[in-house]
Structures are given as structure tokens and as C-alpha cells.
């Protein structure tokens, strides 16, 4: 199995909630994040917007990587994030995924598009 190290930081929106985060499989991590799978602090803030990633070469460097950028200020990741991405752009949509809605109507729950629920 070929691994892709990577450090990523999921938002909530623009300057919403953030998570940072480490994996092997980028595309397979944000399929499971965006399906639900992955409980807890992602499904509970609805951070699913993909607004940073890093590759590595391997993973001892990429969870090292996370585990500074988890010890920043959030000022810091701010910065990291909006020096690449400024626009805070869901950079998920460029692996095929669908936008994530927000809110639905008021009603004060998260929306998860159909179409990415299927694998």
C-alpha cells in the first residue's frame, strides 16, 4: 500500500473552528471526516473544510510537523493557512468532493451533501 504522509488543518468556515490534523491517505481521511466515520471533534464542530495540507516524504516528519503546528497559537495557523489560501477555499473540492453546506435553513444542522455519503 503507497503512503502519502501529510499534515492537514480542517476549518468550520472562514476563521471558524480548526483541526489539524496527520494521515497516510489524504483523500481516503477526508472521505471518512466528510461521511461521518470519523467521530468526535470533527463531526461535533462541523470541521470538514479542507483549508491547508503539507505532503512529507514520511511519516515520522509529517506527525512531527503536526505536532508543532498543534502547539501554535491559533494567530500562527491563521497565517499558515491564509499564506496559501487566503480565500479560506475548500481545497477538498479539487479531489472531486462536494461543498459542505454549512447550515441548513436555521435550523442549526450540518449538511452533508448526498453525493459524498456514497463512496
Known amino acids: 500500500m503507497e503512503r502519502d504522509p501529510c499534515v492537514y488543518i480542517l476549518a468550520s468556515r472562514r476563521h471558524g473552528t480548526l483541526y489539524t490534523g496527520v494521515t497516510s491517505n489524504l483523500f481516503q481521511r477526508l472521505w471518512r471526516h466528510r461521511n461521518g466515520i470519523t467521530k468526535g471533534f470533527i463531526g461535533c464542530y462541523a470541521v470538514w473544510r479542507l483549508v ?4 512529507h516524504g514520511d511519516m515520522e516528519n509529517a ?35 462536494d461543498p459542505v453546506a454549512a447550515k441548513d435553513g436555521g ?8 453525493l459524498i455519503r456514497d463512496p
Not at 52 to 55: D, G, Q
Open 52 to 55: 491547508w495540507f503539507e505532503m
Open 63 to 97: 506527525i512531527a510537523r503536526e505536532k508543532r503546528i498543534k502547539n501554535w497559537k491559533r494567530d500562527w495557523k491563521v497565517q499558515l493557512i491564509e499564506g496559501e489560501n487566503p480565500e479560506w477555499l475548500d481545497l477538498a473540492i479539487s479531489f472531486g468532493f
Open 107 to 114: 435550523t442549526g444542522e450540518v449538511v452533508i451533501p448526498d
